[in-house]
């Protein structure tokens, strides 16, 4: 029991260090530009985002947009996937400042950083970019409330809500990114709040929601304002939700009108009485989109290809083997596009060369409207024949790229020289013979008696004897006592 015990206090002592690195938080660099932002990010590891507290301030900075990114790798039947979720501060000046020692809360567990000191440098030649903005349309007129005109006053308030498509159509396949904003202008910031919000957005998703559509949805756990300018005017603009579609088929995107009551402040007309504002309400409206969904151009692959902008990058670890000896291939796709529903490029058959399965890596960022990252295939091969095999005649990966509205095929460059002589038994012995002979090296081959099974029976029911007797010897003997 002491030993167990024992057992059990080690196993605890290290198990809980590993557990903590499931969640950490990362630091951007100590030296920052003035027109570079400075990060914050948390780090999930094979866990789901479920919550978290809101990033921390830091004196000389002003929050700016937020951004997510995950990564997939699949290694020997095994997969890890990385979540993680980068908050951008931008430097209001030059200097130096301090990042405070910080707790975050995660997934319900409390993190700590022990903050850094950051430099603020003169800019860079890189410049960074404006945002983006929507087609904006004006909300209908307030609903009434119950007011008390003599004492409070309904002032004119500038907001609206919208929701943003970069599209006006897209091929079946091509990625849709939809945002829904609600714009506020600052001067503007006293008159309006968010009411029973939670609820509200719960209903409004539904009503986006694709049942045709792959969706890819933009993480975030809180909704905090953006600066923009508009004809020249500061707002403030919330993102209240934002996903990248890919339609599965022709049938079009429908997203109904939807609405979102505010609470509507009126001000007092005497700023001497106690309640400066009565409290009111308002609904904005945004209009309604449909979004045409066009079929893929006449292809013998139309059905399966895949859509997006992409690019190959290739990497071989030898260039030239021996014959029977493995090396290794990279194949990886990247560039933009629904790269979740990539499947692993099938080598055509070439005599000589034998690939198997290959490992699986997936590097996703959704930043700034745009999914975007890379997923590599690492096939193992076996020269069994020597020569000189031009990996193009085995890698061929066909996609559809939107933009250009043509097909486009991603083919390998590289050709791998296999040296020496073919040995016949060495090609016997290198054959995969299947599951069933792979774990032989590692089962017992003692030889085991055919009778062992009755024997074991036979002195079985003879202990069963003995336990009986004494079971019924003790019985009697207290019996009689």
């Given at each position: 029991?002491?030993?167990?015990?024992?057992?059990?206090?080690?196993?605890?002592?290290?198990?809980?260090p590993a557990?903590?690195?499931?969640?950490?938080?990362?630091?951007?660099?100590?030296s920052?530009?003035i027109?570079m932002?400075?990060?914050?990010?948390?780090?999930?590891?094979?866990?789901?985002?479920?919550?978290?507290?809101?990033?921390p301030?830091?004196e000389?900075?002003?929050?700016?947009?937020?951004?997510?990114?995950?990564q997939?790798?699949?290694?020997?039947?095994?997969?890890?996937?990385v979540l993680?979720i980068?908050?951008?501060?931008?430097a209001?000046?030059?200097?130096?400042?301090e990042l405070?020692?910080?707790t975050?809360?995660v997934?319900?567990?409390?993190?700590?950083?022990?903050?850094?000191?950051?430099?603020v440098?003169?800019?860079?030649?890189?410049?960074?970019?404006?945002p983006?903005?929507p087609?904006?349309?004006?909300?209908?007129e307030a609903e009434?409330?119950?007011?008390?005109?003599?004492?409070?006053?309904?002032?004119?308030?500038?907001?609206?809500?919208?929701?943003?498509?970069?599209?006006?159509?897209?091929?079946?396949?091509?990625?849709?990114?939809?945002?829904?904003?609600?714009?506020?202008?600052?001067?503007?910031?006293?008159?309006?709040?968010f009411?029973?919000f939670?609820?509200?957005?719960?209903?409004?998703?539904r009503?986006?929601?694709?049942?045709?559509?792959?969706?890819?949805?933009?993480e975030f756990a809180?909704v905090?304002?953006?600066?923009?300018m508009?004809q020249?005017?500061p707002?403030?603009?919330?993102?209240?939700y934002e996903a990248?579609?890919?339609?599965?088929n022709t049938?079009?995107?429908h997203?109904?009108?939807?609405s979102?009551?505010?609470i509507?402040?009126?001000v007092?007309?005497?700023?001497?009485?106690?309640e400066?504002?009565?409290?009111g309400?308002?609904?904005?409206?945004?209009?309604?989109h449909?979004?045409?969904v066009k079929?893929?151009?006449?292809?013998p692959?139309?059905?399966?290809?895949?859509?997006?902008q992409?690019?190959?990058?290739?990497?071989?670890?030898?260039?030239?083997?021996?014959?029977?000896?493995?090396?290794?291939?990279?194949f990886?796709?990247?560039?933009?596009?629904?790269?979740?529903?990539?499947?692993?490029?099938e080598p055509?058959?070439?005599?000589?060369?034998?690939?198997?399965?290959?490992d699986?890596?997936?590097?996703?960022?959704?930043?700034?409207?745009?999914?975007e990252?890379?997923?590599?295939f690492?096939?193992?091969?076996?020269?069994?024949?020597?020569?000189?095999?031009?990996l193009g005649?085995t890698?061929?990966?066909?996609?559809?790229?939107?933009v250009?509205?043509?097909?486009?095929?991603?083919?390998?460059?590289?050709?791998?020289?296999?040296?020496?002589?073919?040995?016949?038994d060495?090609?016997?012995?290198?054959?995969?013979?299947?599951p069933?002979y792979?774990i032989?090296e590692?089962e017992?081959h003692?030889?085991?008696?055919?009778?062992q099974?009755?024997?074991?029976?036979?002195?079985?029911?003879?202990?069963?004897?003995?336990?009986?007797?004494?079971?019924?010897?003790?019985?009697?003997?207290?019996?009689?006592?």
């Amino acid at each position: 029991m002491r030993l167990i015990f024992l057992f059990l206090l080690l196993f605890s002592v290290f198990a809980v260090p590993a557990l903590a690195q499931q969640a950490r938080i990362e630091l951007g660099k100590s030296s920052v530009p003035i027109n570079m932002y400075y990060t914050v990010s948390i780090r999930l590891q094979d866990q789901a985002l479920k919550d978290y507290s809101p990033f921390p301030d830091i004196e000389g900075f002003k929050k700016s947009t937020k951004f997510s990114s995950t990564q997939t790798v699949i290694a020997g039947g095994k997969t890890t996937s990385v979540l993680t979720i980068t908050q951008n501060y931008a430097a209001l000046s030059e200097g130096d400042f301090e990042l405070k020692p910080f707790t975050m809360k995660v997934n319900g567990k409390t993190l700590q950083s022990a903050g850094m000191k950051i430099k603020v440098v003169p800019m860079t030649a890189v410049s960074p970019q404006g945002p983006s903005l929507p087609n904006l349309i004006i909300p209908e007129e307030a609903e009434k409330v119950q007011e008390r005109p003599q004492e409070y006053v309904d002032q004119k308030d500038n907001a609206f809500l919208t929701l943003y498509t970069n599209k006006k159509e897209v091929y079946v396949g091509e990625g849709l990114n939809i945002v829904l904003y609600f714009y506020l202008a600052e001067e503007d910031q006293r008159l309006l709040d968010f009411y029973d919000f939670d609820n509200q957005i719960t209903a409004i998703l539904r009503q986006l929601k694709q049942p045709s559509a792959w969706e890819e949805v933009f993480e975030f756990a809180e909704v905090t304002p953006e600066h923009v300018m508009i004809q020249d005017k500061p707002y403030l603009r919330f993102r209240l939700y934002e996903a990248m579609l890919y339609p599965l088929n022709t049938e079009p995107m429908h997203f109904p009108a939807m609405s979102l009551k505010m609470i509507k402040y009126k001000v007092a007309v005497d700023p001497t009485l106690t309640e400066d504002r009565q409290e009111g309400y308002k609904t904005f409206f945004a209009r309604e989109h449909n979004i045409p969904v066009k079929e893929l151009p006449p292809h013998p692959l139309r059905d399966v290809v895949p859509v997006g902008q992409y690019t190959l990058r290739e990497n071989l670890s030898h260039k030239s083997v021996p014959v029977n000896r493995s090396f290794s291939y990279l194949f990886q796709v990247e560039g933009e596009g629904n790269l979740s529903a990539i499947m692993p490029p099938e080598p055509t058959a070439t005599v000589g060369l034998n690939f198997y399965p290959p490992d699986l890596r997936q590097d996703i960022t959704k930043r700034a409207g745009i999914l975007e990252g890379a997923k590599s295939f690492s096939y193992t091969a076996l020269g069994r024949v020597p020569g000189s095999y031009n990996l193009g005649d085995t890698f061929q990966w066909i996609y559809f790229n939107p933009v250009t509205a043509t097909y486009d095929t991603l083919r390998s460059s590289m050709t791998v020289q296999v040296t020496g002589q073919t040995d016949t038994d060495a090609l016997v012995l290198a054959t995969d013979l299947g599951p069933f002979y792979k774990i032989i090296e590692n089962e017992d081959h003692t030889l085991v008696s055919l009778h062992q099974a009755d024997a074991i029976k036979r002195y079985t029911n003879i202990i069963l004897l003995v336990l009986l007797a004494v079971s019924g010897f003790v019985f009697l003997k207290y019996r009689k006592n």
